[in-house]
């Protein structure tokens, strides 16, 4: 729409239509849109929205009572940590179906890979 908008037409049709075609071959997933409605209903109506103490205190202090931050950087871009509230930290969003390209995650995560 942008190419269109500064390009005009005929000439912005082109990338336009790039940009639809994309879409169209795009893998859609209604494990997606089963996730994102279960986050969203959490984030609406979770009573405990509280931050895990180790994520209220900066990567570099940790006299402040909070417990110890680990910076996710520091262990190659993942580290294991609690980043959700107590209620909701072992809740699954997201389940891959055994459909398409989601069925390689599945494989995957019982491979233990990451």
């Not at 729409?1 to 075609?21: F, R």
């Not at 405990?48 to 950087?73: A, I």
């Amino acid at each position: 729409m942008y190419a269109v908008e500064k390009m005009g037409l005929p000439e912005g049709l082109i990338p336009l239509t790039h940009a639809i075609i994309y879409v169209c071959e795009a893998e859609k997933s209604n494990s997606v849109v089963t996730a994102m409605h279960l986050a969203e209903k959490d984030a609406l109506y979770s009573t405990d929205n509280k931050v895990p103490n180790h994520l209220k205190n900066h990567p570099s202090t940790n006299d402040d009572g909070h417990g110890s931050y680990k910076y996710p950087h520091d262990y190659g871009g993942y580290v294991k940590q609690q980043y959700m509230p107590d209620s909701l930290k072992d809740r699954v969003y997201y389940v891959p179906s055994k459909n398409g390209k989601e069925k390689n995650l599945i494989r995957k995560k019982f491979r233990g890979e990451n």
